[in-house]
C-alpha cells in the first residue's frame, strides 16, 4: 500500500491527491501542539489582587500602605511606577513625576502570598487643590519565560488632600457640536469626583461609552458622545451615583 506521505532529502511531498486533506489537518495539528508549547493562557486564579483600590494622602497621613496578592501557584515580580495624572474629556494623560516615593520598587511574592508596599509623599500638599496621580503596579515577565507571556498591569489613583477642606463641583451640560452631540460634565472644584453609575433618559448614550467608574479630576472635564436620538427630545434627565450620592438634573437639548 502506497505510503500517503512520502520524505524525501527533508521535505514532505504529496504523494496522492488523496493524501491532501490528511496533510493539512496534520500540519494543522501539527501548529498548534507546537504553538501551544510556547503560549500559556492565565487561569482566573492565576491572578494579582491589590486593597484598597484607592489611596489618599495628606499632611497628617503622609504614607499609605497597600496589600497585593499572588493568587497564583507561582511566584510573581512586580514593579511599581508613579504617574501624575490629568485628562481632558477621555483623553488621559500620564507622565513620570517625583512627587510621590513608592517602595519597594520591584518584589517578588511567593505563590499564594501578599507583599505590602508603601506610597509616601516627597512634596508639601497644595493648599486649595487636589493632586492626583497613578500608581502601577506591573507585573514583570518570568525569567525563564520562553515565547509570549500575559502580564498584569494595576493602575491605583492616589490623591494628595489639600490643607484646606476641598470638594468637587460639578457641571452639567449638553453641547452640539457639527452634527454631533455631547454630554459634558465640568469640575470647577477643588477635589475630584467619581462617577460610579450613569443613566439617561431617554436612553442616549452610544453602546461604546463607558457608564462607571468614571474619575472628574478638578478643573478638567469629561464627555460622553449621544446618539441622534437625543435631538429629537427638549430635555435629558441624568441620574448619577457620584461617590454614593445619588443626582438628578434636567438638562435641556436644544
Given at each position: 500500500m502506497q505510503s500517503l506521505l512520502e520524505v524525501t532529502k527533508g521535505r514532505v511531498t504529496q504523494a496522492s491527491k488523496t493524501s491532501l486533506p490528511f496533510y493539512s489537518l496534520f500540519r494543522t495539528s501539527l501548529l498548534i501542539l507546537i504553538m501551544g508549547l510556547f503560549v500559556s493562557f492565565p487561569s482566573q486564579a492565576d491572578t494579582l489582587g491589590v486593597s484598597p483600590?484607592?489611596?489618599?494622602?495628606?499632611?497628617?497621613?503622609?504614607?499609605?500602605?497597600?496589600?497585593?496578592?499572588?493568587?497564583?501557584?507561582?511566584?510573581?515580580?512586580?514593579?511599581?511606577?508613579?504617574?501624575?495624572?490629568?485628562?481632558?474629556?477621555?483623553?488621559?494623560q500620564?507622565?513620570?513625576?517625583?512627587?510621590?516615593?513608592?517602595?519597594?520598587?520591584?518584589?517578588?511574592?511567593?505563590?499564594?502570598?501578599?507583599?505590602?508596599?508603601?506610597?509616601?509623599l516627597r512634596i508639601k500638599p497644595d493648599s486649595e487643590i487636589e493632586k492626583s496621580y497613578r500608581l502601577m503596579i506591573e507585573e514583570l515577565p518570568p525569567k525563564d519565560n520562553v515565547g509570549i507571556a500575559m502580564t498584569l498591569r494595576i493602575s491605583i489613583p492616589v490623591f494628595i488632600a489639600p490643607e484646606k477642606a476641598a470638594q468637587n463641583k460639578l457641571n452639567w451640560r449638553v453641547e452640539h457640536r457639527d452634527d454631533s452631540s455631547f454630554l459634558v460634565v465640568e469640575n470647577s472644584g477643588t477635589a475630584h469626583a467619581k462617577i460610579n453609575q450613569l443613566s439617561l433618559n431617554p436612553p442616549a448614550l452610544t453602546n461604546s461609552?463607558?457608564?462607571?467608574?468614571?474619575?472628574?479630576?478638578?478643573?478638567?472635564?469629561?464627555?460622553?458622545?449621544?446618539?441622534?436620538?437625543?435631538?429629537?427630545?427638549?430635555?435629558?434627565?441624568?441620574?448619577?451615583?457620584?461617590?454614593?450620592?445619588?443626582?438628578?438634573?434636567?438638562?435641556?437639548?436644544?
Open positions: 483600590v484607592r489611596v489618599t494622602l495628606s499632611a497628617q497621613n503622609p504614607v499609605a500602605s497597600i496589600t497585593v496578592k499572588n493568587a497564583s501557584d507561582r511566584p510573581k515580580s512586580i514593579q511599581l511606577r508613579l504617574y501624575n495624572w490629568q485628562h481632558e474629556g477621555q483623553k488621559t500620564l507622565t513620570a513625576t517625583k512627587d510621590l516615593i513608592a517602595a519597594p520598587p520591584i518584589a517578588v511574592i511567593p505563590a499564594n502570598q501578599t507583599q505590602i508596599v508603601r506610597v509616601g461609552a463607558p457608564t462607571g467608574n468614571i474619575y472628574i479630576l478638578p478643573n478638567s472635564y469629561y464627555e460622553w458622545k449621544l446618539s441622534s436620538e437625543v435631538k429629537k427630545h427638549n430635555e435629558l434627565v441624568v441620574k448619577a451615583d457620584i461617590l454614593g450620592d445619588a443626582v438628578s438634573q434636567t438638562l435641556p437639548t436644544h
